[in-house]
């Protein structure tokens, strides 16, 4: 089985200190693992991804990702909040040998002025 | 690209009424994904089909709920008859399978809520 666990359901951080959301996962095989971020009444949009390689993925709008075999995890990072980072971001994993994505429940992220 | 494009964005209905909600997935993804979301439950995948063949509906909540894809740009989900208990946010999601790994692109959703 493959699951996700976002731990925070809420992030603040006042905008140009670092930000860092966490994820942890669980599953058989080898994980291929996303993020997607979510604005208020929009849908998902995919930020970023770890398929294999280096452990340090970059993304969209200035993210990145670290993978951790041994923690199990992939936080996502950025080095300076902006106001506008400010929304629900979901970590998904998909172990080998499924089809489809597991979806954390997700962690607000607020960046104050 | 015009992006996953789903309609109607929002649904008011009254309780027992039928709900059709409509998906048209990027041109040339292959796969199709029908998600619900709600506060209490979060994001939750209902039914996935590949090549216009559902593969897996094990996420459909009951019989009440059915899906159809007839052709590679339209997808349908249908509740009959509707409950309260059915509102949500149901969302649509595409991908190409033709690598090993893919990601999955979202259409902006369908806000249903059932009186």
């Given amino acids: ?113 | 690209d015009a992006g996953v494009i789903q309609s109607p964005r929002h649904e008011v209905t009254e309780m027992g009424q039928e709900v059709t909600l409509r998906c048209k997935p990027i041109s040339g993804h292959n796969s199709l994904f029908w998600y619900r979301q709600t506060m209490m439950r979060g994001l939750e995948l209902l039914i996935y089909f590949n090549n216009n063949v559902p593969i897996d509906d094990s996420g459909m909540p009951e019989d009440r709920f059915s899906a159809k894809m007839p052709n590679a740009s339209f997808s349908t989900l249908k509740i009959q008859p509707s409950e309260p208990r059915d509102s949500a946010v149901y969302f649509c999601a595409s991908s190409l399978v033709r690598r090993a790994v893919y990601e999955q692109y979202f259409g902006p959703g369908t806000r249903l809520t059932v009186t």
Wanted: proline share 5%; hydrophobic share 35%.
């Fill in chain 1, 1 to 113: 089985a493959q699951s996700v666990a976002q731990p925070e359901d809420q992030v603040n951080v006042a905008e140009g200190n670092p930000l860092t959301v966490k994820c942890t996962y669980s599953v058989s095989g080898n994980p291929y693992l996303f993020w997607y971020v979510q604005y208020p009444n929009r849908g998902l949009q995919f930020l970023l991804k770890y398929i294999t390689g280096d452990n340090l993925v970059k993304g969209s709008y200035g993210f990145e990702a670290e993978f951790n075999k041994s923690q199990t995890s992939f936080h996502l990072k950025k080095p300076s909040a902006l106001v506008s980072d400010s929304a629900l971001y979901f970590c998904a994993v998909r172990d080998t040998g499924y089809s489809t994505l597991t979806f954390g429940k997700g962690t607000m992220l607020l960046v104050s002025p």
